[in-house]
């Protein structure tokens, strides 16, 4: 079972939106980066008082987390957009198989065993397969001839990925 598509600025949005909440990666690190931008407040702002503690502390929190969640996806579509990333300007191809998912894709292909993957999830117009860190697999719903191919790949994924993670539980 495969599908192939070109990588579009809506995927790129999806995909980080899905590995920001979802990724094990940013669960643990987006916590220890408030944590540490209150430490630097606190430092900051401790020849001043407490409310210039505060004030700091705000400040630093804020201003990181615009900078994670607002600013790196703009560069990564910008990036996209701008051609340097040549990888998703060619067709992908997604293969389900039994055994793992197989993305070909300019540079070549990869094949990861569905007990080998971080994290897998299925929204409305997407299904993700987070492979690393910094390494997701997108399947867009547009790419498919008709709503009953979407749901047979989504739900095969899905399926696959949760029975891997069952017998990894269990």
Known sequence: ???????????????GRWVVRNSPYYRRSIPRFCVAMLVC????????????????????????????????????VRTYRVGRAVVLTRPILVELSVDGVTQRDATGHTFIRWH?????????????????SLNTIVCPRRAFASDS???????FAMTSYERALGALEG
């Open 1 to 15: 079972m495969y599908v192939e598509y070109e990588m579009t600025d809506a995927d790129l949005r999806a995909m």
């Open 149 to 155: 191919a979407w749901n047979q790949f989504a739900d």
């Open 116 to 132: 080998a993957l971080e994290a897998g999830g299925r929204t409305n117009d997407h299904v993700f397969l987070l492979a690393g």
């Open 41 to 76: 407040g606190f430092v900051a702002g401790a020849r001043f008082g407490v409310l210039a503690i505060v004030g700091c502390s705000l400040a630093f929190v804020g201003f990181g987390l615009a900078v994670i969640l607002v600013a790196v996806p703009r560069s990564v």
